[in-house]
């Protein structure tokens, strides 16, 4: 009887756990789906899910559109921009899947680590969709939008507020600052405001944007850009804001200059006081980029690539141990560099303070290089002399092409940088 009793309980926990909420943000996502080798890109007028380590696993996302900036949730849903608005859809190698829209005019999204999409309209508003079960919820009403939403910790997240400031009967969207949100309760504070500039003193104010946060959520790090364009044009300051003091500090001073892009900053997923960031001012990619290394605990800032060389794209493996980064020699004509095609993926090694150089193929720009299959082997975009994408894997000695015609178009690059996130989840 006991026995009896005992199976009758185990089978009643698990019903009620079957139907858990899932905007119950303390609930952490236990999905098997593995993300980490399923890449999502963007051809012409069409959108792929790819399995990078079989690319027969494959599938035809959406066509006929404008798409941009693909995400994939880890728990195997992409979302993306077709024209602009907001799709999702279920990424399955073996059966189409219903393709929906989100909302139209979409500002901002992220894939919350619960699987939940939270999302911004151009318009005003926070919402989250929980897309297994095709429900909204409203978290913000009204004309206040938030962009460059992040995640970190504990149901927190981190976005830029918008508000609507009336000037002539007009409204205009007015930067506020960073703001810092609680979605178990729904609180939001103003963390780093945004400073007008003085234009009588030439003070440019402070214009903060978000750069990355930390993988334990603690630090969030932040582009100290000044209300001036063109003065953000050829790089900024880099500071942090710790949540557990409530401080906002600059970095080094200007030891440390960094042009306004994500994929100039890597985190350690193992030390959230380590940093790999792409230093150097001036907007142009082809001279002044380093690969430097900052140690926040210790003050510390150490300088990792050869002094000849411009650098792109860090990334640290899981265990913290290497960087990959994609370099060149540095040239006085961003033509020249762009034509000598001789760009590769090398690796650091953070322990041995060593560089391996990991590609050589003669002709080609290779950058943009990431982990797969537990840091075991990379993937990395290759550019050919005639301007075409194409997404390759390699492991050990021995590269393969997984996907060729990537779109590449006069939007993805500006003075050397390519916008990357337009067109692949890399």
């Known amino acids: 009887m006991k026995r009896v009793l005992k199976n009758m309980a185990f089978i009643f926990i698990l019903f009620i756990l079957s139907y858990a909420d899932v905007y119950a943000y303390e609930i952490k996502n236990n999905s098997v789906f593995s ?37 994939i949730s880890s728990t195997g849903y992409i979302a993306y921009r077709k024209n602009n608005d907001l799709y999702v859809s279920r990424i399955d190698f073996k059966n189409k899947s219903a393709t929906y829209k989100v909302t139209d005019d979409v500002l901002s999204y992220i894939w919350h680590s619960n699987g939940s999409l939270l999302y911004s309209k151009d318009s005003g508003g926070l919402y989250v969709k929980d897309v297994k079960n095709n429900k909204n919820k409203i978290l913000r009403l009204g004309k206040e939008s938030y962009a460059k939403i992040v995640e970190g910790k504990d149901g ?21 600052g960073i703001v810092k949100m609680n979605l178990k309760n729904n609180d ?15 003070d440019l104010g402070l214009n903060p944007k978000i750069a990355s946060v930390s993988y334990d959520g603690i630090n969030l790090f932040i582009w100290c850009k000044p209300n001036s364009e063109s003065a953000s044009a050829d790089g900024v300051e880099l500071g942090v804001y710790n949540v557990n003091t409530g401080i906002f500090s600059r970095i080094s001073g200007s030891k440390i200059i960094s042009l306004v892009y994500t994929d100039n900053i890597a985190i350690s997923p193992v030390n959230n006081n380590e940093v790999a960031i792409v230093n150097g001012h001036i907007r142009d990619m082809n001279l002044n980029k380093s690969l430097d290394v900052i140690d926040l605990s210790k003050k510390k800032i150490k300088k990792i690539s050869p002094i000849d060389e411009t650098i792109m794209t860090p990334y640290y493996s899981h265990d913290g141990k290497r ?19 001789d760009h590769n993926i090398f690796e650091y090694d953070i322990e041995k303070s060593k560089i391996e150089k990991l590609t050589d193929k003669k002709g080609y720009w290779d950058f943009a290089p990431r982990y797969v299959n537990d840091g075991q082997d990379i993937v990395f975009l290759r550019k050919s002399r005639d301007g075409k994408l194409s997404l390759i894997i390699k492991k050990k000695n021995c590269e393969r092409t997984v996907v060729k015609g990537i779109l590449n178009n006069s939007n993805l690059w500006y003075y050397g940088h390519y916008d990357l996130g337009r067109v692949t989840t890399l």
Not at 323 to 341: E, K
Request: net charge positive.
């Open 35 to 71: 993300k980490e080798h399923v890449v999502a890109v963007i051809r012409k007028n069409q959108i792929w899910a790819i399995d990078v380590n079989n690319e027969k696993n494959k599938v035809l996302v959406d066509k006929g559109g404008k798409f941009s900036y693909p995400l």
């Open 156 to 176: 927190i997240i981190f976005a830029e507020k918008n508000g609507i400031k009336n000037i002539n009967g007009y409204d205009y969207q007015n930067e506020l």
């Open 188 to 202: 939001e504070i103003l963390i780093v405001e945004r400073k007008p500039g003085d234009y009588v003193t030439g």
């Open 323 to 341: 960087i990959l980064y994609s370099s060149a020699l540095s040239s006085d004509s961003i033509i020249r560099w762009q034509n000598n095609m």
